[in-house]
């Protein structure tokens, strides 16, 4: 979906070194340009429809994408420029900028939250919430134990095909308190009981990858509960009853980032923009004022940015081992 907002789109030329194409004649060889699309830039998927974008004025139009570092790899090493930046989840980042598919850039003169990649720009934060299914289950609000009571709920669960949030739901549901889950995470006994936890959804288990497919999750009634980004609720067709449940939510940081293959003469307009008239993403407009008792989870993203590599190998065994 591409939506425009601000100012009229201002065309840029774009270019990738390295890539071109031959073209004999006259014995000569001519190096063409690269295929030039409209630049954007690319946002959360869900976050135009929710109206969870804050946006000054700024020039270039929004697209929609799926948040994966597949997507952003494909389009960083691709001929074309879509994208002039694009919106990502801290730990996405930090594995973009360890594989060099995003820019680095000078920090600005301005302090820095702690820990800030160099690869990225602040541009908010999003929600994953537990959702359920009202006109199956009635108004009652469940909560990530009621989520793992088969007996008492029966139906399908859905989680995040990724052990970023799944690990951590799987603890609070185990009955970890939000503030101690990194220091159960950080043992090899705490990883173990996450993943003994999961076995106890196994075969309940539905899995989504994007948010689009949460969102197809929760228009077709494949699962009576799910943990979900907040704004792909905005998304539900009318027969979608899904309600959602803030305690024990979790906070994932976002960032701007810009691929590598958008050109220096570029790359410095972005930033400045990026800088002076960031975008930000807030889906909080509709959570409980009063956040004090929700016990919400902040995802850490130092935890992450070390431990990602090993506990997905984990996480993909325990996917494809016999149940």
């Known amino acids: ?4 907002l601000g100012m009229p789109f201002m065309a840029l030329a774009t270019s990738h070194h390295g890539a071109h194409h031959i073209v004999h004649h006259s014995k000569k060889k001519k190096a ?3 295929v030039v699309t409209r630049p954007v830039l690319a946002v959360l998927s869900g976050s135009i429809e929710a109206h969870s974008l804050l946006m000054p004025d700024q020039p270039y139009p929004l697209r929609e994408w799926d948040g994966s570092l597949s997507s952003l790899r494909e389009t960083a090493l691709g001929r074309s420029v879509p994208w002039l930046a694009v919106m990502v989840d801290n730990t996405t980042l930090y594995a973009a900028c360890r594989d060099g598919l995003v820019q680095t850039y000078p920090a600005p003169s301005t302090p820095q939250p702690a820990g800030q990649s160099p690869c990225g720009i602040q541009a908010g934060e999003e929600s994953i919430v537990l959702a359920w299914d009202r006109g199956r289950l009635g108004d009652n609000a469940p909560d990530w134990g009621d989520f793992w009571d088969i007996a008492r709920h029966p139906g399908k669960r859905a989680l995040r095909l990724d052990p970023r949030g799944t690990l951590e739901i799987a603890l609070m549901a ?3 308190a939000p503030r101690d889950i990194y220091g159960v995470l950080s043992s090899p006994a705490g990883i173990d009981r996450a993943f003994r936890k999961l076995d106890q959804l196994r075969p309940y288990l539905v899995w989504w990858k994007t948010a689009e497919e949460a969102s197809r999750i929760m228009n077709s009634g494949a699962a ?4 979900t980004p907040y704004d792909r609720l905005a998304d539900n067709g009318p027969r979608a009853s899904f309600a959602v449940q803030w305690r024990q939510s979790l906070r994932q940081k976002l960032s701007w980032a810009i691929p590598r293959n958008v050109p220096p003469e570029q790359t410095d307009a972005v930033i400045k923009m ?3 008239q960031t975008p930000l993403h807030d889906d909080t407009q509709d959570a409980p004022q009063d956040g004090r008792n929700l016990g919400i989870l902040a995802i850490n993203d130092s935890f992450w940015a070390v431990n990602f590599d090993a506990l997905q190998k984990r996480f993909q065994s325990w996917l494809t081992a016999a149940p």
């Open 1 to 4: 979906m591409v939506m425009t």
């Open 32 to 34: 063409t340009r690269p």
């Open 174 to 176: 185990d009955g970890v």
């Open 224 to 227: 009576l509960m799910l943990s």
């Open 274 to 276: 990026l800088r002076d």
